[in-house]
Structure formats: structure tokens, C-alpha cells
């Protein structure tokens, strides 16, 4: 008789069936997690694994414990510089253009400190930020060097998940094969490299929203926001009201943010034709929707910041921003 694989184990306690079964604890999901990482579980287990956590839903406490163990796995530079804003972007856009990242770059260019961290493509007809950004002529960071060395010259860097955790982004596009998407992609929106002190969350569908919300509290975030994004991306949906929950020093609290444009605004773009990001923000071409989503966008990291006192401010300061851009360069040093 062989003997019981070690990872066994973990999956025998999340796999019992609905009397037997419970999820694991933050521990128990550092142990399972730190053999995930290092590739010491088979390929059957760890399909096995991950299909049971997602019939079943994450827990706060694997998430914290994921979390952890893959935090172990690198070293941020001691020379990194102050990061203030941790930005994941994991899902692409397929209706609309990502106009998260005019506002993401409205705010570097206004002294917001961004890591932008994510993944590339893994599911097919979709826009993602690597892409996205390689076509605007925006270096990606081959490692956490050069992400802290692009923040330090334009306070923004986009780090893929490859370049500094490549075992997770291999299991990301295990999606073709599973056919769902793998608790990873929930787990690794919250690696938070640089120990940002502000963490931008979004969920597609709102059940998540506690999820991050409460992993993040386990983690020690300080402060930490988490919406419904457009098509699962941190981008405000101007034409809908949204209740956003926050996370500060442990306390939790949510708000209800008004819409900012009438429904007949939004439209589905076929085309996403990326060179129209450069043009509206020189203002060659005007877009309703796109620019109130660039505006709502970066009023929500003014709020979660505590720079503005309410939505209706933070949109209002958002504005202001996005006024007296410089419209010469859209991307361009601290």
C-alpha cells in the first residue's frame, strides 16, 4: 500500500461532504498553501482542491493563510519606496474600455504612489491591463526591483503576477481546464507586495465583498475598499449607484455612492479600440461615460484615503483632477 500523500490531508478536511466537511483554518491553509507554491502536490490534488473550495466558497481564514504563505515565497527591495495605493486588476474588460487606468494615472500624476498588480490573460475575448498598458507605450515591471524603481520615477507600476509569483499565475490559467475560475484569482488580488496601507478590492459578484473585506481585516490592512466593478475590474459603473465597504484600522462601515450619470449613458463597446484612452485624455475625442468612470474611479481612492469627507467631495476633487490634467503626456515622471 503506498502511503497517504502529505497534501491528502487538507483535502480529505474540506472534502468530507456537507456533515463531515469544514473549511480549513488560517494555519492549515498556510501549511496547504506553502506546498501549492512550491509544487509539491499533484496535479489531481490540486484540481481536486481547488474545484471543492469553489463549489463551496472561500473562507476568510484560507484567504488570510494563502495570503501569508505566498507573501513568504518573495522580498520586497529594502531601498522600495512608500507605496500608497495596492491596485489589483485580474479580470479584463470585454464592454468597456478600462478606463481604471486613466484614473489610475490621473492619481500618480497628482502624488498617489500606485502598484498596480495583476494578471494577463486568461479568459478569451477580454482587454487586460498588460495588454492594455503595453499598447499606451507603459513599461510592466519585470520584478518587484523594477516595479519599486518605476514608482519611485512616476509613482505608478504595473507588477504582473508572473513576475513575481509565476507558480500562481500558471494555476490562474488552469481555467480552460477546470472550466471555472480557481479560488487563486480571490487569494492572490490580496498579495499587496509593497504592504500598501490602502488596498482598492472589487468583486463581480457582491457575495465576495465580506470575503475581501474580512480577509483583509485577519491580514492587518489598515485600510482597504471593496466594490462592484465594471465586468469585475476596480472601475467605477457611473450609470448605477454603489455600496461600497471599507476597512480602517479594523473597523468596518460601508456607503451608498449615488450614480453619477443617467443609464442611457453606458453603451457596449464592440470594438475597444484602446487608442481612444490617449485621445480623451488630450481631449481630442469626449466620452459621457468614460470619463465620469475615469472621475468616480479615482474619487474612490481620494475617499478611501480620507482626502475627501464625503462621495459627493471626492467627486468633486476627482473633477478638479481630471480638469487641470496635463494633457501633453499621459504618462509621465513624479
Not at 82 to 89: E, K
Not at 95 to 113: C, D, E, F
Not at 182 to 203: C, G, I, K, W, Y
Not at 273 to 295: F, M, S
Request: net charge negative; charged share 25%.
Amino acid at each position: 500500500m503506498n502511503p497517504e500523500h502529505p497534501f491528502a490531508q487538507f483535502i480529505r478536511v474540506i472534502g468530507r461532504g456537507p456533515n463531515l466537511s469544514r473549511p480549513l483554518d488560517e494555519e492549515e491553509m498556510y501549511e496547504a498553501a506553502k506546498m501549492i507554491v512550491a509544487g509539491d502536490v499533484e496535479p489531481l490534488q490540486l484540481g481536486a482542491f481547488l474545484c471543492i473550495l469553489r463549489v463551496r466558497t472561500e473562507v476568510p481564514g484560507e484567504g488570510a493563510g494563502f495570503v501569508r504563505a505566498v507573501r513568504d515565497t518573495f522580498q520586497v527591495p529594502e531601498n522600495a519606496p512608500a507605496v500608497d495605493l495596492d491596485w489589483a486588476t485580474y479580470s479584463g474588460k470585454k464592454r468597456q474600455l478600462p478606463w481604471y487606468l486613466l484614473s489610475a494615472l490621473l492619481l500618480a500624476q497628482n502624488g498617489v504612489t500606485i502598484c498596480m498588480q495583476g494578471t494577463e490573460g486568461h479568459t478569451e475575448g477580454r482587454l487586460y491591463s498588460s495588454e492594455a498598458l503595453s499598447a499606451l507605450g507603459i513599461p510592466m515591471a519585470d520584478g518587484l526591483e523594477e516595479a519599486a524603481e518605476q514608482i519611485r520615477a512616476t509613482n505608478f507600476a504595473y507588477l504582473p503576477l508572473k513576475n513575481f509569483v509565476p507558480r500562481l499565475q500558471e494555476i490562474i490559467e488552469l481555467k480552460p481546464v477546470l472550466g471555472v475560475r480557481s479560488p487563486v484569482n480571490t487569494f492572490a488580488r490580496m498579495l499587496n507586495p509593497f504592504d500598501a496601507p490602502h488596498e482598492l478590492q472589487t468583486v463581480f459578484h457582491p457575495n465576495y465583498r465580506d470575503i475581501h473585506r474580512d480577509t483583509a481585516a485577519l491580514l492587518g490592512q489598515k485600510h482597504m475598499a471593496v466594490f462592484k466593478g465594471e465586468g469585475g475590474e476596480a472601475e467605477r459603473r457611473p450609470h448605477k449607484p454603489v455600496m461600497v465597504q471599507y476597512l480602517h484600522n479594523g473597523e468596518v462601515s460601508e456607503e451608498l455612492w449615488p450614480a453619477l450619470v443617467e443609464e442611457s449613458a453606458f453603451y457596449k463597446d464592440e470594438e475597444l479600440d484602446i487608442t481612444r484612452l490617449p485621445k480623451i485624455w488630450n481631449g481630442e475625442v469626449t466620452d459621457v461615460y468614460g470619463e465620469a468612470a475615469v472621475i468616480g474611479t479615482a474619487a474612490y481612492v481620494l475617499r478611501l484615503m480620507g482626502r475627501a469627507s464625503s462621495p459627493d467631495d471626492a467627486v468633486a476633487q476627482a473633477r478638479e483632477m481630471w480638469d487641470a490634467r496635463n494633457r501633453d503626456r499621459l504618462f509621465q515622471a513624479a
